[in-house]
């Protein structure tokens, strides 16, 4: 068998959304804890929690070599959300961390989304013998 384009060398948005969702949330707690932000608690926390849960949705889906395109459009919804609030977050205050970090984390999360939308993986089917 040779690998073709769309298994053996894709990578899966789930491969993303999983880590970048447990960062969200650990820096809406960072953000808690530290400054005693209950809006950095709510965002970072829900954001993160969702995009966890999109990406085991769609991993569970691409388990049973079905279309999660629509996990993968959620998601990049609310990273490109993410990168709204944090790229003026950083507008207003010039903080490296964590706005622009978050900013430039969020605006990658966010294009290679989009690049898995313009290019999904359309899982196959394997014929049953």
Known sequence: DTPSSSSSYSMYAFCFTIPYGLILAL?????????????????GVGCGAAMMALGTLSMEKFKKKES??????????????????????????????????????????????????????IPEKKAQD
Request: avoid cysteine; hydrophobic fraction near 60%; charged fraction near 10%.
């Open 27 to 43: 820096g809406g707690l960072m953000g808690f804890l530290s400054k005693g932000s209950h809006m950095s608690l709510m965002a």
């Open 68 to 121: 999660y395109t629509v996990f993968n459009f959620i998601s990049l919804l609310i990273a490109a959300t993410v990168t709204g609030m944090m790229g003026k977050r950083y507008v207003d205050t010039r903080a490296i961390f964590p706005a622009a970090i978050a900013f430039l984390l969020s605006l990658a999360m966010a294009a290679f989304l989009a690049y898995r939308l313009v290019f999904p993986h």
